[in-house]
């Protein structure tokens, strides 16, 4: 009896919010895969979608280096930050992690209020960021804390907003209902003459405004009540039509309401599009560059499983996530693929149809949120093993039902 079993394996998996970076993601993966498969051959690829880590990962793959920062953070506090000078093909290329400046993990739990955190310290890494000799930064967006439209980044970055009094208004989303006029004047040169190219690597599924816009989708996520989630609609559909009126002439023909990508990471989308950033995928961005160091499309024809992951898996999962992806450039290729996750959420069973064989949850028995983070390790760890014995389960009855085929029960 010969049983299939998998020897090429690719590891491409997402971080695990406020638990697990993708880097540590890929590392536990791997070691349950060995648990079950001690002779497999594994690729692990921790996957850079714009979120955290996507900095550091880019420093190390392209030879350069981090810049370490202190910024004003998502509350208001300073927080210790950073930014990436890639090098090697990509010297001139900067890299600012939004999340590094305003991620979710940088909020204190009770202190989540969408209307009132900023993209602040956003503004002050691009402005730190110009300080080099660069020709281009790229923005990544992902595992953000803020729903501000970008008002704090061009706050800090020297635009004057205003309200209908000429008053500057205040940071956060609530405020976003007064603005009446913003002044782009006080804007660093580079950015005020297209001289440093601004690219945000984002979801493009992300909107501003409307039933999947930023305050219905993602406010809640962040905290949001409904009246918040009412209060920030009306914000956002007030600071696109303000951002239409006051763009720089390189910012071009934007939707800013409705466009792709406008609605990342809170709305930074929207706010820094106004000043003429690039609203680009964030798969284009960082993987068919280039930037990444790796040729996803090459490793995944060598490939006879692949296994990716991501905190959550649910109805958002089709819409740009980093497993969607993965599924996506797979099933090209006629690879396998399967998921873990922190949860399995409302429509998780939708990623059956991007391509997507198999999914699981790595919490086995009930637990606090709290208690999965500080054991995400382990738990992914054993979840993979358990993902890998009922694969070999698999391989061994279809080779058992292969030896018996021409014999009756």
Same mark, same amino acid.
């Given at each position: 009896?010969?049983?299939?079993?998998?020897?090429?394996?690719?590891? +491409?998996?997402a971080g695990?919010?406020?638990?697990?970076?993708? =880097?540590? &993601?890929?590392?536990?993966?791997? +070691?349950?895969?060995?648990?079950?498969?001690?002779?497999?051959?594994?690729?692990?690829?921790?996957?850079?979608?714009?979120?955290?880590?996507?900095?550091?990962?880019?420093?190390?793959?392209?030879?350069?280096?981090?810049?370490?920062?202190?910024?004003t953070?998502?509350?208001?506090?300073?927080?210790?930050?950073?930014?990436?000078?890639l090098?090697?093909?990509?010297?001139?290329?900067?890299?600012?992690?939004?999340?590094?400046?305003?991620?979710?993990?940088? &909020?204190?739990?009770?202190?989540?209020?969408?209307?009132?955190?900023?993209?602040?310290?956003?503004?002050?890494l691009?402005?730190?960021?110009?300080?080099?000799d660069i020709h281009?930064?790229?923005?990544?967006?992902? =595992?953000?804390g803020?729903? =501000?439209?970008?008002?704090?980044?061009?706050?800090?970055?020297?635009?004057?907003?205003?309200?209908?009094?000429?008053?500057?208004?205040?940071?956060?989303?609530?405020?976003?209902?007064q603005?009446?006029?913003?002044?782009?004047?006080g804007?660093?040169?580079?950015?005020?003459?297209?001289?440093?190219?601004?690219?945000?690597?984002?979801?493009?599924?992300?909107?501003?405004? *409307?039933?999947?816009?930023?305050?219905?989708?993602?406010?809640?996520?962040?905290g949001?009540?409904?009246?918040? &989630?009412?209060?920030?609609?009306?914000?956002?559909?007030?600071?696109?039509?303000?951002?239409?009126?006051?763009?720089?002439?390189?910012?071009?023909?934007?939707?800013?309401?409705?466009?792709?990508?406008?609605?990342?990471?809170?709305?930074?989308?929207?706010g820094?599009?106004?000043?003429?950033?690039?609203l680009?995928?964030?798969?284009?961005a960082?993987? =068919?560059?280039?930037?990444?160091g790796?040729?996803?499309?090459?490793l995944?024809?060598? +490939?006879?499983?692949?296994?990716?992951?991501?905190?959550?898996?649910?109805?958002?999962?089709?819409?740009?996530?980093?497993?969607?992806?993965?599924?996506?450039?797979? *099933?090209?290729?006629? &690879?396998p693929?399967?998921?873990? +996750?922190?949860?399995?959420?409302?429509?998780?069973?939708?990623?059956?149809?991007?391509?997507?064989?198999?999914?699981?949850s790595?919490?086995?028995?009930?637990?606090?949120?709290?208690q999965?983070?500080?054991?995400?390790?382990?738990?992914?760890?054993?979840?993979?093993?358990?993902?890998?014995?009922?694969?070999?389960?698999?391989?061994?009855?279809?080779?058992?039902?292969?030896?018996?085929?021409n014999?009756?029960?």
């Amino acid at each position: 009896m010969t049983v299939a079993i998998p020897q090429h394996i690719l590891v +491409a998996p997402a971080g695990f919010k406020e638990s697990l970076d993708a =880097d540590m &993601v890929a590392k536990a993966i791997s +070691a349950g895969v060995r648990r079950a498969i001690p002779g497999a051959f594994i690729k692990a690829i921790p996957m850079p979608d714009g979120g955290e880590g996507t900095a550091e990962m880019l420093a190390k793959s392209t030879g350069g280096r981090l810049v370490r920062k202190t910024v004003t953070g998502p509350v208001g506090q300073p927080v210790n930050s950073h930014f990436a000078l890639l090098g090697g093909t990509a010297e001139g290329v900067a890299v600012v992690e939004m999340a590094a400046a305003a991620g979710l993990r940088l &909020v204190p739990r009770d202190m989540r209020d969408p209307t009132q955190t900023t993209t602040y310290g956003v503004g002050e890494l691009i402005l730190a960021a110009l300080e080099h000799d660069i020709h281009t930064i790229l923005i990544g967006c992902g =595992d953000s804390g803020t729903s =501000d439209g970008g008002l704090g980044a061009l706050q800090a970055l020297g635009a004057r907003v205003t309200d209908q009094s000429g008053n500057e208004v205040g940071q956060g989303g609530r405020y976003l209902q007064q603005v009446a006029a913003l002044d782009m004047s006080g804007l660093p040169a580079a950015i005020r003459d297209g001289k440093v190219k601004l690219v945000m690597a984002l979801n493009a599924h992300n909107i501003l405004t *409307g039933e999947r816009g930023v305050a219905r989708v993602f406010g809640p996520q962040k905290g949001a009540t409904p009246a918040q &989630v009412e209060e920030l609609e009306k914000g956002f559909e007030n600071w696109a039509a303000k951002l239409a009126e006051y763009r720089l002439p390189q910012a071009g023909s934007v939707d800013f309401a409705k466009g792709s990508g406008t609605g990342a990471s809170g709305g930074l989308g929207a706010g820094l599009a106004a000043v003429g950033a690039q609203l680009v995928s964030r798969f284009e961005a960082l993987l =068919d560059s280039g930037l990444a160091g790796f040729d996803l499309n090459g490793l995944l024809k060598k +490939a006879d499983l692949v296994i990716t992951a991501e905190g959550a898996i649910d109805f958002q999962t089709p819409r740009g996530k980093v497993p969607a992806e993965i599924a996506w450039r797979a *099933g090209n290729m006629g &690879v396998p693929v399967v998921a873990l +996750a922190g949860t399995l959420g409302k429509g998780a069973q939708d990623v059956y149809d991007i391509g997507i064989d198999a999914i699981a949850s790595i919490v086995p028995i009930p637990m606090s949120l709290e208690q999965a983070i500080v054991d995400g390790e382990r738990l992914l760890i054993e979840a993979t093993e358990r993902m890998m014995r009922t694969l070999l389960l698999g391989a061994s009855i279809a080779a058992r039902k292969m030896d018996k085929e021409n014999y009756n029960w």
